[in-house]
């Protein structure tokens, strides 16, 4: 399939916004599941976290075509990526959209998509379906009701790039999935009614909303959200990086230890920064609790 086909979508509400306007960003997302903040970043610091996803996330250019990779603790090895945390700007913007003036570092990820890479399936990073004991990282990580999604996706997004899809008003606690498809036994993806029951790759589903944005801007999107990203049809890489905060007073136990590169990381921070990574936590992404494998 050819995703030029796919133009910018013309909605019935506004989902594009100024840096000055955090407020009916906030808004959107709570309306609407998504919002993209425009020009949140220069020039200058596009082009620095670009060249660092490239160095963390690839250091040794072994990615070949249509391959990709991520990283799942891009911040601790990224000293372009710590300057969001002393930017009053991108600050203010994350307490705004975590809806607490006290904020904690949660998760951070760089991705790299080579030309010719793949589609990514539809799903929900949320992991508060599963209502045990947590399972794996991410059921530890992912389970609260702040943003899931504060991504830039460095190099812009739009369908033919590897660009990010969205599917609006996903994010509510009732929704059941698009018209004719099914949510997955345990709710991170859907599959046409009828159909096995795995997640689905495609983009003919009801909602979706490709979204078109320049290197500079912040897509966010809530924490229940789904989304995917479209394959990579171009002939250049794609490159993202995102990160998320929790409120600070949610205090997340963490049964793996903070790695060597998670400790430094924490201790390059300056005085004024140390409240914002004090209770980071980290991942471990091959954790998992007791008899559980895979």
Not at 196 to 204: C, L, S
Request: glycine share 8%; net charge negative.
């Amino acid at each position: 399939m050819n995703y030029t086909d796919f133009s910018k979508p013309q909605l019935a509400y506004r989902y594009e916004f100024a840096v000055d306007e955090l407020d009916a960003a906030q808004a959107c997302v709570e309306a609407h599941g998504f919002a993209v903040v425009k020009q949140m970043l220069d020039e200058a610091r596009v082009a620095e976290l670009q060249a660092a996803v490239l160095d963390v996330v690839d250091p040794n250019h072994e990615l070949g075509p249509g391959q990709s990779r991520t990283h799942t603790s891009f911040m601790e090895h990224a000293p372009a990526m710590w300057k969001l945390l002393d930017d009053e700007q991108f600050m203010r913007s994350q307490r705004v959209f975590t809806q607490a003036d006290e904020l904690t570092l949660n998760r951070s990820a760089a991705i790299i998509r080579n030309p010719g890479s793949a589609p990514l399936v539809w799903h929900s990073d949320w992991r508060g379906f599963h209502k045990g004991a947590p399972r794996q990282a991410n059921e530890i990580l992912n389970r609260g009701d702040w943003p899931s999604g504060i991504w830039f996706y460095l190099t812009g997004s739009n369908p033919q790039h590897g660009g990010l899809a969205v599917i609006e008003n996903s994010h509510v606690a009732d929704w059941s999935g698009p018209e004719g498809f099914t949510l997955t036994e345990d709710g991170a993806s859907f599959y046409p009614n009828g159909g096995e029951p795995k997640g689905y790759v495609g983009f003919d589903v009801p909602g979706i909303v490709p979204l078109f944005t320049d290197p500079g801007d912040m897509i966010v999107f809530a924490h229940r959200t789904y989304h995917a990203a479209f394959p990579n049809q171009t002939d250049r890489v794609r490159l993202s990086c995102g990160l998320n905060f929790r409120p600070r007073q949610v205090q997340v136990a963490a049964p793996w230890p903070l790695s060597a590169a998670g400790q430094a990381f924490v201790q390059a921070q300056p005085v004024h920064v140390q409240p914002l990574v004090a209770n980071y936590i980290g991942i471990d992404a091959t954790w998992r609790s007791e008899g559980m494998t895979g």
